[in-house]
Structure formats: structure tokens, C-alpha cells
């Protein structure tokens, strides 16, 4: 079984400043993506980047950008500019791409404080 | 942009009592999810619907719980005897294809007194 993990439970970061989130995995699969969700107070869970693991190319997406070592199993999100928008809970995911419906896991958060 | 929406937002019931959380996913996506959140913790995979029937569950899904496509439109999840512990925010997620990105509606927050 797929198991990801969130090593920071509460990050904080100044308005207008970079971040970076950790995230790591464990699978025996070499076919599969990865997410960042990001949960504001709301509790909508909103995708912010995706991440294919045949890629070799880090995904980005305006602000966000992804740091993938495929060899150690590593996923890291950065945050550039920080916004106070950006306030959130921070899950990484994975999803394995055997066959079929193909369910997320998720990894236990990170809580984003940006202040201003 | 088209989005995946959840009825109702909070739903409060007696413990013992039957609720349907209501989903209507996006409308071209074909696999439908239902995930749960209890408070603090993280978002634990339900189970997963395609062409009208269960494709996975998770341990979380036993025979309490059940999910049905009533129309074109609709995917509902029922939970038939609700226990205190099925309090927990429930998401419906959606997408085109199996692997494909699962775009998440805004939750249904279940209380269980």
C-alpha cells in the first residue's frame, strides 16, 4: 500500500516570501502522479498542481512549483510570493495509475500561515 | 468553469438516524469518489463509482454505507444507521477518467448527536 507523508504539521511564512513544503512517499509502483491540494478555512479542497511521475520536467503553476525526485521518492511544493490567501492546509497526494477508478492518498497536512 | 457541487452543506442528525448526502458532479466526468474528513485528521478515500456500479471501496465502506447514481445527475452516498463517529466532513470528488485529476465539490459537514 501507498503511504504519504507530511513531516511539517504548521509552517508560517511572510507576506511576499518564498516556502517550501515537504512531502514524501513511499510506493513500489513507477506509473502514478502526484498532488498538492490546498484546504483554506472553507474546508473546499481546491487543486492547486499535478505532477506526472513519467515527467522529468517539475511542474509549475504561476506561484506554486514542484520540487519531484522521483529516486527518493520526494515531492516538495514551493510557494513563491506568498499571499495571505495562500492561508491553508497544504495536502500532498498520490494516485496510483493501474486500471480503473484510481483513489487519492492523501498525507496528514500542512498547515500554511502566511502573515503579513 | 464547471464545478462539482454538494447538498446540503451541514447536515446535523440523530445518532440511529438514515442520511443521503447529495453530489452532482461535473457534468462530462464519468468516475464519481466520495471521500471523508474527520476533524483534525486527513481525508481518507471512501469508495469510487463507474458505469453504475462500486470499482474500490476502502475499510471505511462496510455495509452501512451505500452510494447510487439515481439519475444523470446525481450521486448520492447514504449512511443508513449514522454512529457518532461518522461525524465528518464528506467530499464528493470527481473526474473524466480513472486516472485522471479528482476535482473536489465543497463538502458536506455531518454532525451526529
Known amino acids: 500500500a501507498q503511504t504519504v507523508t507530511q513531516s511539517q504539521p504548521e509552517m508560517s511564512v511572510q507576506e511576499a516570501e518564498t516556502v517550501t513544503l515537504s512531502c514524501t512517499y513511499d510506493?513500489?509502483?513507477?506509473?502514478?502522479?502526484l498532488f498538492w491540494y490546498k484546504q483554506p478555512p472553507s474546508r473546499q479542497m481546491i487543486l492547486v498542481i499535478r505532477?506526472?511521475?513519467?515527467?522529468?520536467q517539475n511542474a509549475t503553476e504561476n506561484r506554486f512549483s514542484v520540487n519531484f525526485q522521483k529516486a527518493a521518492k520526494s515531492f516538495s511544493l514551493k510557494i513563491s510570493d506568498s499571499q495571505l490567501g495562500d492561508t491553508a492546509m497544504y495536502f500532498c497526494a498520490f494516485m496510483n495509475l493501474h486500471s480503473g477508478n484510481t483513489p487519492l492518498v492523501f498525507g496528514k497536512g500542512t498547515r500554511l500561515s502566511v502573515i503579513a | 468553469e464547471p464545478e462539482v457541487t454538494q447538498t446540503p452543506s451541514h447536515q446535523v442528525t440523530q445518532m440511529g438516524q438514515e442520511v443521503i448526502l447529495r453530489c452532482v458532479p461535473i457534468?462530462?466526468?464519468?468516475?464519481f469518489y466520495w471521500y471523508r474528513q474527520i476533524l483534525g485528521q486527513k481525508v481518507e478515500f471512501l469508495v469510487s463509482f463507474y458505469n453504475n456500479e462500486i470499482s474500490e471501496k476502502s475499510e471505511i465502506f462496510d455495509d452501512q454505507f451505500s452510494v447510487e447514481r439515481p439519475d444523470g445527475s446525481n450521486f448520492t452516498l447514504k449512511i443508513r444507521s449514522t454512529k457518532l463517529e461518522d461525524s465528518a466532513m464528506y467530499f464528493c470528488?470527481?473526474?473524466?477518467?480513472?486516472?485522471?485529476?479528482?476535482?473536489f465539490g465543497p463538502g458536506t459537514r455531518l454532525t451526529v448527536l
Open positions: 470528488a470527481s473526474s473524466e477518467g480513472g486516472p485522471h485529476t479528482q476535482y
Open positions: 505532477q506526472e511521475a513519467y515527467k522529468q
Open positions: 510506493t513500489s509502483e513507477s506509473n502514478y502522479y
Open positions: 457534468s462530462n466526468h464519468l468516475y
